[in-house]
């Protein structure tokens, strides 16, 4: 369905060149829905844009529905407005001199030839409807909260069906608990209508909720690729793992097969090694804080433990978060359930051998 | 209950200290005295006659025959007011187009050397209308105006005169216009520059072309941003007098303003200043009708401002093959009202009033530069200018910085009204201002009339162009910071003084600068309110226009413009800080 292939872009600043997007290739299959998740500044709007036909590319190819849309250096530049495509934009840039119902029929109107005037009212209301807004629809949009707003923004991007849908962090200018809200019915409308989706956040969570597919970037790279569950048990190097979730970072050396010893003799774990690691060489061993268990008792060496004191315990209601100091690691474990562990005990980690992910000292 | 309400009145005046309170309180006298009272004047003085005496010299008495007089007269109906329509609407109409196009070539297109035309179109704003008048009518008047000259030449026409005539409605449009476009220019690159650019881009995402997209989005959600700078635009118009007196006046068009110095100055009679106040109300009336108009339209603009993402500048069109009709549109405009204004005033002030050939080279005389240098009325006019702005500006200030305080923060009552009345003032057009001022200066017995003093006095009642800056800077500045000083222990005058001012300096300097490039510019007030005494630049400058001293004229002009080159280089650095990029 969407193709980007090496794509680039560089924008000219006052001081010289910046290259905003460094030759990024991903596809996206029908009705699939993808996410672009990074950073601040990693390009993932610039990338969006490129693919709205917004921005030029400066180098690669985009082709939707087996149609070249941009291949610089071919000469191919299909304008926005032939590009069967439905945006929504960060700021939602619902027009100030329409109401509603004139926001959301704007791109019928505009396609040519326009269809009857029936047939708009039915599928603007169709487009309201499913967004909840329906009753709203003699609305002055300058008099539409910010919920109000995305909705909108939203029917407008689906009410001429586009091959396409393009939404640049359409969450972000809402209030945490109407985004999390939103998050689900977003994606629920979404898969109601079973458009093909490109996602940009920079929230992990929404990230990981919503997405058939993520793709994690990284100044201008896509860092990995792969379903939510994928991306988050098997980073591929320590930015995507620390960037999709809190992580403890433990050093050390590898000591043999599937043994690692950690620094300042702060225990042995036995973790599943892949060949690339060498007996001696430096690693970095990545785990989650839902993939340790705290124990009252334990034995040093024995069943991956490691001693530890409990410094301090944070009660989050469902949950808690727990700080152990383990030598110089500080080391947090989220805990479900009520512990009877208190401040200042020593106790045990169990680290779960099969959810630590390895790398090598530079962070791959 | 008696007892608490004691209390706190203590505690207020407390607050504030006896020096606040006087402080404060000359502070809006002043700024009431400054509108209400030439405005009261001016009210009085159409229903006082008879006409030759004046308003309030003993002998006058009340009367209704001033208003017979003005209103019984055909010429009102047949060619004041009609003419005063046309004249301001056509020149709004220009103005609009010109300045629309070149905003929005030089904000979203890349039209090359965006910069430099941005400079030169922003140009004309501080230098004296006069200048501009009198050096298009060097340029286009139908028998001698130098472009009439080189097209006779060029298509060798066997005419004496024309083919184009300044010296006509059309004429007298499209220079007002021309003079009108730097200012729209300013008002509608800040509207496009506000604008969401994502609007259009969702424009684009849904389907609609460029030209439906410009049609349909950007010029309806502008639509508030663009009438507010045309209705100030036309309220601007209808109080222009320079370019009416200079071009209208031999041209025999009669607009409202000129008709109002008609009845000042008749050419055998004595002035009759009940009939020019008469004259003068119903303009004043559609004047302030405009001015609520625009108020109005500014609020609606503020609500079509909505959440923005944190955008870049939206890519600019590129222009393609329209990019040289584009240069060229700009370059015309920037040749006729800047460029080409300058170089024929120059040219005039070192060889007199002959058009270019090639021997007139050798013939440059510098005499009109000896003359002026050795004339003490020009060091006068020279430091009356700078006393008048300045001093003026000082004032104004001052003034509007602590009634803007007042309104802000205090809870005097009728603070409101005090804003309403500083707001007016935008609304006055200065003929009406100026005449008001002679009626006033001219029935108080303090001896000022004719003095530089009285142009101190007249220039200050511009209040709204302060109360509206200074306003918005306090807005800025969080209470709290007020009241971290008077915790501290500071007096209400010590905040003031030491924390409030201080902080509002950026306002107070910008409010400061434009009423000192206003002052500058005046012509209108000044020249109502002549003496031998008082002249400043821009009257001494159309004095020798007029008495055909066309070279020396052309030498305060080139003057002045060397002195303000400089001036707005410095603006602009200063005032306008957002990115130009190249
Ligand atoms: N029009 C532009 N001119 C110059 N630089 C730009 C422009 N647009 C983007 N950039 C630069 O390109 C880089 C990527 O920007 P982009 O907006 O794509 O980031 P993003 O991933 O969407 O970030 P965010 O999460 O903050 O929205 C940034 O370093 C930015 O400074
Ligand atoms: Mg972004």
Aim: hydrophobic share 50%.
């Amino acid at each position: 369905m969407l193709r980007v292939d090496r794509l680039s872009k560089s924008f000219a600043t006052p001081d010289g060149m910046t290259q905003a997007v460094k030759g990024i290739g991903f596809e996206v299959a029908e009705g699939e829905f993808y996410t672009l998740v990074g950073p601040s500044g990693c390009g993932k709007t610039t990338t969006l844009r490129c693919i709205a036909g917004l921005e030029r590319p400066s180098g690669g190819a985009i082709t939707i529905a087996d149609v070249t849309v941009d291949e610089p250096d071919a000469g191919v530049h299909v304008p926005s407005h032939l590009r069967d495509i439905g945006m929504v934009f960060q700021s939602y840039a619902i027009w100030p001199h329409l109401n509603v119902f004139e926001n959301v029929a704007y791109p019928l109107r505009v396609t040519k030839p326009a269809p009857v005037k029936s047939e708009i009212e039915q599928r603007v209301m169709d487009s309201l409807q499913l967004v909840g807004m329906g009753d709203l629809a003699r609305r002055s949009a300058t008099k539409l909260s910010g919920g109000q707003q995305q909705r909108v923004a939203l029917a407008r991007a689906l009410v001429r069906k586009p091959k396409l849908l393009l939404l640049d962090e359409p969450l972000s200018n809402l209030d945490a608990k109407l985004r999390e809200q939103m998050r689900v019915e977003l994606e629920e409308m979404v898969a109601r209508v079973g458009l093909t989706t490109i996602y940009v956040t920079h929230d992990q969570a929404e990230a990981l909720s919503m997405s058939d597919r993520v793709a994690v970037m990284s100044e201008g790279l896509i860092a990995q690729e792969g379903s939510p569950r994928d991306v988050y048990a098997r980073p591929s190097t320590q930015f995507v793992a620390s960037f999709l979730g809190v992580a403890n970072v433990l050093t050390g050396i590898v000591g043999g097969p599937d043994t690692v010893v950690l620094d300042d003799g702060a225990g042995r774990l036995s973790v599943p090694l892949s060949n690339g690691f060498e007996t001696g060489a430096r690693i970095r061993v990545v785990v989650r804080p839902e993939d340790i268990e705290i124990r009252a008792d334990g034995a040093d060496g024995a069943d991956n433990c490691i001693a530890g004191r409990l410094e301090r315990v944070v009660f989050e209601g469902a949950q808690s978060e727990c700080f152990i100091r383990a030598k110089d690691y500080r080391i947090r474990v989220r805990v479900h359930q009520a512990t009877d562990a208190r401040e200042g005990d020593d106790i045990w980690l169990r680290i779960l051998p099969d959810r630590c992910v390895v790398f090598h000292q530079d962070g791959n | 209950m008696a007892a608490t309400a004691q209390a706190v009145r203590v505690h207020r005046t407390g607050d504030i200290g006896i020096s606040g309170v006087l402080v404060l309180g000359a502070a809006v006298a002043a700024a009431v005295y400054f509108i209400s009272a030439p405005l009261a004047m001016l009210l009085f003085s159409a229903f006082r006659g008879p006409e030759d005496l004046l308003p309030f010299e003993t002998g006058a008495a009340w009367t209704l025959d001033n208003f017979a007089q003005v209103y019984g007269d055909t010429v009102l109906y047949s060619e004041i007011i009609p003419n005063t329509l046309v004249f301001v609407a056509g020149s709004v109409l220009v103005a609009f187009v010109i300045a629309f196009t070149l905003a929005w070539l030089i904000e979203r297109t890349d039209l090359p050397g965006r910069n430099v035309f941005f400079t030169l179109i922003i140009f004309p704003i501080i230098v004296p209308t006069v200048i501009l008048a009198i050096a298009w009518m060097f340029m286009f008047t139908p028998n001698s105006g130098w472009v009439n000259l080189a097209i006779r030449a060029a298509f060798g026409l066997e005419r004496t005169a024309g083919p184009l005539n300044i010296l006509s409605m059309p004429g007298l449009i499209l220079a007002q216009g021309a003079s009108l476009v730097p200012f729209m220019f300013l008002l509608l690159t800040a509207a496009l520059k506000t604008m969401n650019p994502a609007f259009e881009e969702a424009s684009a995402t849904s389907g609609a072309s460029p030209l439906t997209t410009f049609f349909k989005v950007t010029l309806p959600v502008l639509r508030p941003g663009i009438l507010a700078p045309v209705i100030l635009a036309a309220l601007i118009a209808l109080e222009s007098f320079e370019l009416p007196l200079i071009i209208g006046l031999p041209a025999r068009i009669n607009v409202f303003a000129i008709q109002i110095f008609f009845e000042l100055n008749p050419d055998t009679d004595l002035p009759v200043y009940g009939r020019a106040a008469a004259v003068a109300l119903p303009f004043l009336a559609a004047a302030l009708g405009l001015l609520f108009l625009y108020n109005h339209l500014i609020r609606r603009a503020e609500s079509y401002v909505t959440v923005t993402g944190k955008g870049y500048r939206p890519a600019r069109y590129p222009l393609g093959r329209w990019k040289w009709p584009a240069i060229i549109f700009a370059s015309t405009y920037i040749g006729l009202a800047a460029v080409i204004p300058a170089a024929v005033l120059v040219w005039v002030s070192l060889f007199g009033f002959n058009p270019p050939t090639v021997g007139s080279l050798g013939k440059v005389s510098f005499d009109a530069y000896s003359e002026l240098l050795s004339d003490f009325r020009f060091y006068r006019a020279v430091g009356n200018t700078f006393l008048v702005a300045g001093l003026s500006a000082f004032i104004v200030t001052l003034v509007g910085a602590l009634v803007s305080w007042v309104v802000v923060r205090s809870n005097m009552p009728g603070r409101k009204v005090l804003d309403f009345i500083s707001f007016l003032s935008i609304g006055i057009p200065s003929v009406i201002a100026g005449l008001a001022m002679l009626l006033l200066y001219i029935t108080l017995p303090i001896g000022v009339f004719g003095t530089v003093w009285v142009l101190v006095l007249a220039y200050c009642y511009r209040l709204a162009v302060t109360t509206r800056i200074s306003r918005a800077g306090l807005m800025q500045l969080h209470q709290e910071l007020e009241e971290a000083s008077r915790v501290a222990g500071g007096q209400w005058l010590t905040t003031i003084r030491r924390v409030v001012l201080p902080l509002m300096a950026p306002s107070l300097v910008a409010s400061f600068v434009l009423l000192f490039i206003i002052g500058f510019r005046e012509f209108t007030l000044a020249l109502i309110l002549l003496s031998e005494e008082n002249m400043v630049l821009s009257v001494i400058l159309f004095r020798f226009f007029e008495n055909t001293e066309m070279d020396k004229a052309a030498a305060v002009a080139t003057l002045i413009v060397v002195f303000v080159v400089p001036v707005i280089f410095a603006a602009r650095r200063f005032a306008l800080p957002q990115e130009r990029e190249g």
